[in-house]
């Protein structure tokens, strides 16, 4: 039987209340998902690991403020606050998660001129992470994802997943949404569309 993963999204402090990116509720999730964490064979955590000035800061822009969106290169990016920079404790995982038995840590959005919303690629939609290699590689079939934000980091990873012939589940239960101009219902209908299985 092929084997199932549970990828834990970016469940950091800065996603978390007190953050500087914080999701409602971000924080409530940590003990459905380390319950999850517990009964999974395999488990991986990606972290959002922006350098300082990354592209897809509002401060990296003269002019422009956090939400509003930019034509990059790439396609059109949403800017954010600066959030979880490399080694600041807003980019540490939450301390309540159970992460020591994460096999793998899939860090992403660490390259200063492109963001990475999905686990799997960057937001040219081309450039991979490794992540689809490494459960291939495993015999790794199945994911659950979890985690933070519903809306973007966990639905582009879905939608990639997907993409990549993998069999996907979203436990929105497990999940937290940011929410910007209506992006968690649009968003949530994109997955079950792309035959997400939504629980
Ligand atoms: C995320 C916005 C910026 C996420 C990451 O984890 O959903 N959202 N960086
Ligand atoms: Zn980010």
């Known amino acids: 039987m092929a084997g199932e993963a549970l990828v834990v999204i970016d469940l950091q402090n800065d996603f978390c209340p007190g953050g500087a990116l ?5 924080d409530e999730i940590v003990p459905l998902v380390n319950d999850l964490i517990r009964g999974s064979e395999h488990v991986i ?16 822009h003269p002019g422009r403020e956090s939400y509003q969106s930019l034509a990059m290169p790439y396609g059109e990016q949403t800017l954010w606050p600066d959030h979880c920079i490399q080694g600041s404790r807003g980019a540490d995982f939450h301390t309540g998660l159970a992460w020591t038995r994460a096999e793998l840590v899939i860090r992403k959005g660490f390259r200063p001129a492109i963001d990475s919303y999905s686990a799997f690629f960057e937001n040219d939609h081309t450039t991979p992470t490794g992540l689809a290699g490494y459960l291939r590689e495993r ?12 809306d973007f980091c966990v639905a582009y990873s879905a939608l990639d997943a997907v993409k990549l012939g993998f069999s996907v589940t979203v436990r929105l239960d497990a999940c937290r949404g940011i929410d910007l101009g209506g992006s968690l219902d649009s968003m949530t209908a994109r997955m079950r569309e792309a035959g997400v299985t939504l629980r």
């Open 139 to 150: 015999g790794i079939g199945s994911i659950t994802l979890v985690g933070l934000a519903t």
């Open 22 to 26: 914080a999701v409602a509720g971000g």
């Open 45 to 60: 955590m990606t972290q959002d690991w922006h350098p300082a000035g990354h592209s897809s800061f509002a401060s990296s």
